[in-house]
């Protein structure tokens, strides 16, 4: 049988190692990862292989040549342009005319292919995957298999809502000639998203092998110096070059090892490696060929590649170093440290944490070496939060990594493409927005600057001058000593993971378009926004019958933006208005937003004078907190029974769309009133883009605000209010009358800490034990019961996992909501 060894792959995410070499080429043990992979199909009898290729092509060729230094036949199939993993296989094709297996080359493993063979042989498939269980399934394509084994639906790359099962798909496959009529010649084509799916469709059965024994990706280089560690340990059984010279040390030919030097294994030394006295090397440390370690050297946990030299007294923990790298005297190297190839780093010199050094470059002597990688220096996993890039002014949010994070996202777009920009009152916002700005100029792209103004406004312009994206810049919610940077796509919604994720690629390997001095961006101030705002808000309502009404408004202002926007609303709709904290302010004041004095204060105001509503806007312009005209604050949930009631029973043939985890009784006065629900996911920009693609009358955010989608597809006050006004002149109600009709609503949340490497784990439990239910998995795993619900979701920024529960009385959700989090529990024992 004949195998298929896939060693196209760049490693963006391991640069800038990668920068110099294919990712295959990568060095486990001082041997290349691919190596390894022919070794294992060596064992099971696989010694016709055909290897794919593409980037850095001649290195892979130059060294593994026709294969017959390893024993085996090795031929290659070259992709001009990149293929995809079933593209570069189809590529192959003219070798391959009978059963053939399909492994990467860029993984670590030592599972039994003849295991999986066997697998293949006995099901009688037309292809079998071998499929593996792991801690973290949310990098990896995950599949869903029956009892039988066959596979029932794959999942490419999914968000924690939808990662219902631990089992994923490692790239091991055998496959039958026939997959080939499912790829067509020349195109970019994927097995798991592509092929696969097609054979189901056309009743072709795949089968799923749950393999025992190792499987690493290594993508990333945290799983690098893993792999490493797994190597060292025994966990994985691979071959290690040089002799065993005591129960956890390997010594290479030809090396030199001073007797007052001190190694704690495990430790791997290669060929021709000098270690002087009183080098201290620590466990899990890895040296290749001809490395000099010099006296008082310190090196643990770290991996040093070929020709690489460590001067006295240098430090290094927790790092990788690739080919000639010269570290000289004295010098600091910190955790997560990576020295490209050829990297030079003078006397005395620190680098710290999480600094990456690309090849060729020099670091001066004495030069302290910083890198504000803000996902790292907190642990978290992403860049991207719920609501973008989250850290403290000028700690974690610096100038700098504001212009390099612009630079990313300026490079993701097109050279020329405009992106509008704005920002909220504090000084700290101020400053960051023009290290946006100059990040975006400098990539080669047009600013749009509206300065200060709300989310909302933002949004709107972005959607309606055809920018081809957005900037905010603001002052954290509750937090006012942190910013965020908020990113919108061309429709002004939230940006997409997708987005987001090539954002961080580019960034992790500053990868940056840098503009010739005449394609550098301008910067534009846009006449008129607020007016065109505020003139399509005014068609969107009937403005004519809401100033018949006479309405009369208490608002707070919050201090924010929206009181720049607000009063040209309020006069084209003639609402006369109370005003509270009217005017834009600075960081301090801002900081009494959350004062829940305030509440009581309007509360007063509305009963008072009179006035048919109430809203305390948030400074963003995004929210609002709702006062009916009888001086009562309605709860979050409060208010969206209220306006879906109002929407539902004003609109004939309503359509609204609802998160997942939203009170059952809103889907109950909706359907009463004739209107058809959609559910949603919890994200904002899942929600945002089912108001903006469906047709939706009415989204009720997860934020607590409202998706007016015939006017913005976000989350906007000031058109929640503008609506507002005119569904209570369409219903001739008061809003105290449709809060008096509301049902009492018990909606119980908890909150389980669970470690990421098990929610995987999680999650195929609670989808196993209901399988007696109605379960909906929109987002999450949401267990329908008699009168009452469960949804249970994975936290995608923090090790948590939410659990809702509504039941018919408090006790009742109490007691179904303990009892999802003791299931949870359960699992993790």
Same mark, same amino acid.
């Given at each position: 049988?004949?195998?298929?060894?896939?060693?196209?792959?760049?490693?963006?995410?391991?640069?800038?190692?990668?920068?110099?070499?294919?990712?295959? /080429?990568?060095?486990?043990?001082?041997?290349? +990862? +691919?190596?390894?992979?022919?070794?294992?199909?060596?064992?099971?009898?696989?010694? !016709?292989?055909?290897?794919?290729?593409?980037?850095?092509?001649?290195?892979?060729?130059?060294?593994?040549?026709?294969?017959?230094? $390893?024993?085996?036949?090795?031929?290659?199939?070259?992709?001009?342009?990149?293929?995809?993993?079933?593209?570069?296989?189809?590529?192959?094709?003219?070798?391959?005319?009978?059963?053939?297996?399909?492994?990467?080359?860029?993984?670590?493993? !030592?599972?039994?292919?003849?295991?999986?063979?066997?697998?293949?042989?006995?099901?009688?498939?037309?292809?079998?995957?071998?499929?593996?269980?792991?801690?973290?399934?949310?990098? &990896?394509?995950?599949?869903?298999?029956?009892?039988?084994?066959?596979?029932?639906? &794959?999942?490419?790359?999914?968000?924690?809502?939808?990662?219902?099962?631990?089992?994923?798909?490692?790239?091991?496959?055998?496959?039958?000639?026939?997959?080939?009529?499912?790829?067509?010649?020349?195109?970019?084509?994927?097995?798991?998203?592509?092929?696969?799916?097609? +054979?189901?469709?056309?009743?072709?059965?795949?089968?799923?092998?749950?393999?025992? #024994?190792?499987?690493?990706?290594?993508?990333?280089?945290?799983?690098?110096?893993?792999?490493?560690?797994?190597?060292?340990?025994?966990?994985?059984?691979?071959?290690? %070059?040089?002799?065993?010279?005591?129960?956890?040390?390997? /010594?290479?030919?030809?090396?030199?090892?001073?007797?007052?030097?001190?190694?704690?294994?495990?430790?791997?030394?290669?060929?021709?490696?000098?270690?002087?006295?009183?080098?201290?090397?620590?466990?899990?440390?890895?040296?290749?060929?001809?490395?000099?370690?010099?006296?008082?050297?310190?090196?643990?946990?770290?991996?040093?590649?070929?020709?690489?030299?460590?001067?006295?007294?240098?430090?290094?923990?927790?790092?990788?170093?690739?080919?000639?790298?010269?570290?000289?005297?004295?010098?600091?190297?910190?955790?997560?440290?990576?020295?490209?190839?050829?990297?030079?780093? #003078?006397?005395?010199?620190?680098?710290?944490?999480?600094?990456?050094?690309?090849?060729?470059?020099?670091?001066?002597?004495?030069?302290?070496?910083?890198?504000?990688?803000?996902?790292?220096?907190?642990?978290?996993?992403?860049?991207?939060?719920?609501?973008?890039?989250?850290?403290?002014?000028?700690?974690?949010?610096?100038?700098?990594?504001?212009?390099?994070?612009?630079?990313?996202?300026?490079?993701?777009?097109?050279?020329?493409?405009?992106?509008?920009?704005?920002?909220?009152?504090?000084?700290?916002?101020?400053?960051?927005?023009?290290?946006?700005?100059?990040?975006?100029? /400098?990539?080669?792209?047009?600013?749009?600057?509206?300065?200060?103004?709300?989310?909302?406004?933002?949004?709107?312009?972005?959607?309606?001058?055809?920018?081809?994206?957005?900037?905010?810049?603001?002052?954290?919610?509750?937090?006012?000593?942190?910013?965020?940077?908020?990113?919108?796509?061309?429709?002004?919604?939230?940006?997409?993971?997708?987005?987001?994720?090539?954002?961080?690629?580019?960034?992790?390997?500053?990868?940056?378009?840098?503009?010739?001095?005449?394609?550098?961006?301008?910067?534009?101030?846009?006449?008129?926004?607020?007016?065109?705002?505020?003139?399509?808000?005014?068609?969107?309502?009937?403005?004519?019958?809401?100033?018949?009404?006479?309405?009369?408004?208490?608002?707070?202002?919050?201090?924010?933006?929206?009181?720049?926007?607000?009063?040209?609303?309020?006069?084209?709709?003639?609402?006369?208005?109370?005003?509270?904290?009217? $005017?834009?302010?600075?960081?301090?004041?801002?900081?009494?937003?959350?004062?829940?004095?305030?509440?009581?204060?309007?509360?007063?105001?509305?009963?008072?004078?009179?006035?048919?509503?109430?809203?305390?806007?948030?400074?963003?312009?995004?929210?609002?907190?709702?006062?009916?005209?009888? #001086?009562?604050?309605?709860?979050?949930?409060?208010?969206?029974?209220?306006?879906?009631?109002?929407?539902?029973?004003?609109?004939?043939?309503?359509?609204? %769309?609802?998160?997942?985890?939203?009170?059952?009784?809103?889907?109950?006065?909706?359907?009463?009133?004739?209107?058809?629900?959609?559910?949603?996911?919890?994200? +904002?920009?899942?929600?945002?883009?089912?108001? !903006?693609?469906?047709?939706?009358?009415?989204?009720?955010?997860?934020?607590?605000?409202?998706?007016?989608? !015939?006017?913005?597809?976000?989350?906007?006050?000031?058109?929640?209010?503008?609506?507002?006004?005119?569904?209570?002149?369409? #219903?001739?109600?008061?809003?105290?009358?449709?809060?008096?009709?509301?049902?009492?609503?018990?909606?119980?949340?908890?909150?389980?800490?669970?470690?990421?490497?098990?929610?995987?784990?999680?999650?195929?439990?609670?989808?196993?034990?209901?399988?007696?239910?109605?379960?909906?998995?929109?987002?999450?795993?949401?267990?329908?019961?008699?009168?009452?619900?469960?949804?249970?979701?994975?936290?995608?920024?923090?090790?948590?996992?939410?659990?809702?529960?509504?039941?018919?009385?408090?006790?009742?959700?109490?007691?179904? %909501?303990?009892?999802?989090?003791?299931?949870?529990?359960?699992?993790?024992?």
């Amino acid at each position: 049988m004949k195998a298929v060894i896939m060693a196209g792959g760049e490693g963006t995410r391991l640069r800038p190692l990668t920068n110099t070499q294919p990712k295959p /080429m990568m060095p486990l043990a001082n041997r290349p +990862m +691919m190596e390894h992979i022919v070794g294992l199909l060596t064992e099971h009898g696989l010694d !016709d292989i055909v290897v794919t290729v593409a980037y850095l092509a001649n290195q892979i060729r130059t060294y593994f040549g026709d294969g017959s230094e $390893y024993g085996v036949r090795i031929r290659y199939a070259t992709e001009e342009t990149p293929l995809g993993t079933a593209g570069s296989v189809r590529n192959a094709s003219a070798e391959l005319d009978d059963t053939f297996m399909v492994i990467s080359g860029d993984v670590l493993t !030592d599972i039994d292919l003849t295991e999986v063979l066997k697998s293949h042989r006995d099901s009688g498939a037309d292809a079998t995957i071998a499929l593996k269980r792991v801690d973290n399934p949310l990098e &990896f394509g995950i599949v869903i298999t029956r009892e039988d084994g066959s596979i029932e639906r &794959f999942l490419e790359k999914p968000g924690w809502g939808q990662v219902f099962s631990d089992t994923i798909n490692t790239g091991i496959y055998v496959l039958e000639p026939r997959v080939f009529d499912f790829i067509p010649e020349g195109e970019v084509v994927d097995f798991s998203g592509d092929v696969f799916p097609a +054979m189901l469709d056309q009743g072709l059965s795949i089968h799923g092998h749950v393999a025992d #024994g190792y499987w690493e990706d290594v993508g990333t280089l945290e799983a690098y110096l893993s792999a490493h560690a797994d190597v060292l340990d025994g966990t994985v059984k691979v071959d290690i %070059a040089g002799f065993r010279i005591s129960e956890n040390v390997w /010594m290479g030919e030809g090396s030199d090892i001073d007797p007052r030097a001190r190694v704690d294994g495990p430790v791997v030394i290669g060929d021709n490696c000098i270690v002087e006295a009183d080098a201290h090397l620590r466990e899990y440390t890895v040296l290749g060929t001809d490395v000099v370690v010099k006296h008082d050297a310190f090196v643990e946990r770290s991996v040093i590649h070929d020709h690489g030299y460590l001067a006295s007294s240098v430090r290094m923990r927790g790092c990788v170093a690739g080919r000639s790298v010269d570290v000289r005297q004295g010098v600091h190297v910190e955790e997560g440290v990576v020295l490209g190839d050829e990297t030079f780093v #003078g006397d005395g010199a620190v680098l710290n944490p999480g600094v990456k050094i690309f090849p060729f470059k020099s670091v001066d002597a004495g030069a302290v070496v910083t890198a504000s990688i803000v996902w790292e220096s907190h642990g978290a996993r992403t860049l991207f939060g719920a609501r973008g890039v989250r850290g403290l002014a000028n700690v974690d949010i610096t100038p700098e990594v504001a212009v390099r994070l612009a630079g990313a996202y300026g490079t993701a777009l097109k050279k020329g493409s405009v992106v509008t920009v704005s920002r909220d009152t504090s000084r700290a916002a101020r400053s960051l927005k023009r290290a946006v700005i100059a990040g975006l100029n /400098m990539a080669g792209i047009r600013v749009e600057d509206l300065e200060l103004a709300p989310v909302p406004l933002t949004r709107f312009h972005v959607r309606s001058e055809r920018a081809q994206g957005g900037i905010t810049v603001r002052l954290a919610p509750g937090d006012p000593n942190s910013v965020e940077i908020r990113f919108f796509d061309a429709a002004g919604r939230d940006m997409p993971d997708a987005a987001q994720r090539k954002i961080e690629r580019l960034l992790s390997r500053e990868d940056y378009r840098r503009a010739f001095a005449g394609d550098i961006g301008d910067i534009v101030f846009p006449p008129r926004a607020f007016e065109y705002y505020t003139a399509a808000l005014e068609d969107s309502v009937d403005a004519a019958a809401i100033r018949s009404r006479g309405f009369k408004v208490v608002l707070d202002y919050s201090f924010g933006a929206s009181s720049i926007v607000m009063p040209n609303v309020l006069a084209k709709i003639g609402a006369e208005v109370l005003a509270v904290n009217p $005017y834009a302010s600075t960081a301090p004041a801002l900081a009494t937003v959350a004062d829940e004095t305030r509440g009581p204060f309007l509360e007063d105001l509305v009963r008072t004078s009179r006035s048919d509503l109430g809203l305390v806007l948030d400074p963003d312009g995004e929210t609002a907190r709702i006062v009916d005209d009888t #001086g009562r604050t309605l709860s979050p949930t409060q208010a969206t029974l209220a306006v879906v009631s109002l929407v539902t029973s004003t609109v004939p043939g309503a359509k609204i %769309a609802l998160p997942v985890s939203t009170t059952a009784h809103a889907r109950r006065i909706a359907e009463d009133n004739g209107a058809e629900v959609v559910w949603t996911k919890l994200a +904002m920009s899942a929600v945002a883009e089912i108001a !903006d693609r469906s047709s939706i009358d009415l989204a009720v955010a997860p934020d607590g605000g409202f998706i007016w989608a !015939d006017f913005l597809p976000a989350s906007d006050a000031t058109a929640t209010l503008a609506k507002l006004l005119g569904l209570l002149v369409a #219903g001739d109600r008061r809003l105290s009358e449709i809060v008096a009709t509301l049902p009492d609503v018990h909606v119980v949340r908890e909150e389980v800490p669970t470690p990421w490497e098990r929610k995987g784990a999680v999650m195929r439990a609670m989808i196993e034990r209901t399988k007696d239910r109605e379960v909906l998995l929109i987002d999450g795993v949401k267990v329908m019961h008699d009168e009452s619900w469960a949804l249970v979701l994975p936290d995608p920024e923090e090790p948590l996992t939410h659990v809702w529960a509504e039941g018919t009385s408090e006790s009742e959700a109490v007691q179904l %909501a303990q009892e999802y989090a003791r299931r949870i529990r359960q699992t993790m024992r």
